[in-house]
């Protein structure tokens, strides 16, 4: 039993993957959180759901259109009901929250976290679109406000384990590891033919659907390098990507005496998500435990940017700076919702994001919320002018 009171906790986008798993690490240790709000994009049924089981302060549902459902459901119930962007902002904001759970995908979730930094709340961070789009904002908010961010995705928070301890200036290079995906042993020839369904089988992890197809076609460790540069202000050339299939390593750290520190696993999102939620403490619960008698080799091998450029896209846009991070994010939003749509091929995800940052990325760097919606705004138009031409 913890002798401190327990923590505020708000979680963004809880009926997702990292959500629902969130409210199940949550339920782990009752004692040490107090849910105060919850938000959904549009899922009406496992909002009310969740908010008739931990009955938070309020909730909020991104779809305005669904708010009345939303009331109604929740009208014999003391929850308030937000809606829209506005209604994230309040969750994200709430005084008896010091903690949020950002777990909203895409742009979206970007300024909700935005504001609860600026309100001086840690945040647990899953969306790496965030640091993608906005990692100087970001940055900047967090030593404005006092508040930190907690890394939530697997890889990064095996750098911050394996940093706890350590002298940050002791770091030579990291390693994030990646699963290679589905198509990590297909014909490249054959990469057009791609179906969403094959690729949203993914060999490791359970996610949500745009993440799973930016696993596929490595963007998302694209936008992990990207995540990564800002999480632990590295320049882009001491970050590595090595393709691991096992997904048992889930990053590593060498350090400038020689040694490698690396965190390990199975791939289960709730060790991670409890890590952001109990730091600086661990706390004893039951996930699934690594079983060596059941793991025959550990292989790794070099990623194949030729087949998948979408990674050396990232790596470009990083370097480039200014707006192209912020046009790789929307372009490749857009194009994956037009994908899973089957609306467009599976390679024209990266001609969408390459033509796209050709066309529109700009050096300067944004220094605001409403430039970056600007330039994920035109990315978006470019992108569907492109694809699907009137
Ligand atoms: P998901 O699609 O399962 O869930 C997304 C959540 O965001 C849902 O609650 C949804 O209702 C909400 N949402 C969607 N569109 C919205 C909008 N326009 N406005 C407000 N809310 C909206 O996604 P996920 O897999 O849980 O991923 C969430 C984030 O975490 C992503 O940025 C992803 O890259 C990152 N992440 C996920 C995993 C994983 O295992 N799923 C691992 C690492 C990082
Ligand atoms: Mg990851």
Known sequence: MPASS????????????VGTQTLEVAALFPERFVIHGLTAGSNVDLLAEQA??????????????????????LADTAVEVLAGADGLREVATLDAADLVMGAVVGFAGLPPVLAALRAGKDVALANKETLVVAGALVTEAQRAHGAHVLPVDSEHSAIFQCLTGEDDATVERIVLTA???????RDPKTFSAITPAEALDHPNWSMGSKITIDSATLMNKGLEVIEARWLFDLAPDAIDVLVHPQSIIHSMVAFSDGSMKAQLGVPDMKV???????????????HERLDWTTIAALDFEP????????LRLAYDALRAGGTAP???NAANE????????????????????????QALAAPETPRD???????DAAARRHVKELLLPA
Do not use: H
Not at 6 to 17: E, F, Q, V
Not at 52 to 73: N, W
Not at 303 to 310: H, I, S, V
């Open 6 to 17: 327990p923590r505020g906790l708000s979680i963004l986008g809880s009926t997702g993957s």
């Open 52 to 73: 008739r089981r931990v009955r938070p302060q309020c909730v909020a549902i991104a779809d305005a259109s669904k708010a009345a459902t939303l009331r109604d459901r």
């Open 179 to 185: 699963s290679g995906g589905p198509f990590r042993t």
């Open 272 to 286: 991670p998500i409890q890590y952001a939620l109990s730091y600086p403490e661990r706390w004893p619960a039951p």
């Open 303 to 310: 990623p194949n940017t030729d087949a998948f450029p979408c």
């Open 326 to 328: 912020a046009v790789l």
């Open 334 to 357: 857009v194009a994956v919702a037009l994908f899973l749509d089957e609306a467009i091929g599976f390679m024209d995800i990266p001609r969408a994001v390459e033509e796209a940052l």
């Open 369 to 375: 919320l409403d430039t970056l919606r600007a330039a």
